[in-house]
């Protein structure tokens, strides 16, 4: 196999593991949407219509209030960080002075990432930062 040919189905990895992360996230903010949708229908006393349409004949007669964990565990859920670019820590030795700066999954690795002859937010592996 060539240089060329694992450049090519490394992009395509890229690309796929991307995809993937974002159908990830929409499954899962989907079934949020989904567990409001279905907590506010029980609120109001409407009867609850399943995935086939059909109304159950369960309806709450009382609302139980979230949890303190309930609602982080929502929050992580609705604002989940990106699989693919993370905060990466550096420190200037001669100052003193830290920071962040994003990074990728793909950083270093040889036929994917260009550093340092491209820099990273021209590269056209390196996902979005936005």
């Known amino acids: 196999m060539d240089v060329s040919d694992r450049y090519a189905i490394l ?3 890229a690309k796929a593991e991307k995809r993937h992360a974002d159908l990830l996230r929409q499954k899962e903010e989907t079934e949020v949407e989904l567990k409001s949708l279905r907590e506010r229908s ?4 409407y009867q609850n219509v ?6 159950s004949s369960h ?4 609302v139980t209030p979230l949890t303190p ?3 982080v565990a929502l929050f992580i859920r609705l ?6 670019v993370y905060p990466k820590l550096w420190q200037n030795q001669k100052t003193g002075k ?8 793909n950083e270093w690795i040889r036929g994917v990432c260009e550093k340092p002859r491209v820099k990273c937010g021209e ?5 979005s930062y936005r």
């Open 11 to 13: 992009q395509k990895i």
């Open 42 to 45: 029980e609120q109001g006393g």
């Open 50 to 55: 399943n995935s086939t349409g059909s109304a």
């Open 59 to 62: 309806q709450a007669s009382t």
């Open 69 to 71: 964990d309930d609602k």
């Open 79 to 84: 604002f989940r960080g990106r699989d693919d």
């Open 98 to 105: 830290n920071g962040y700066s994003p990074a990728c999954s």
């Open 123 to 127: 590269s056209p592996t390196k996902p």
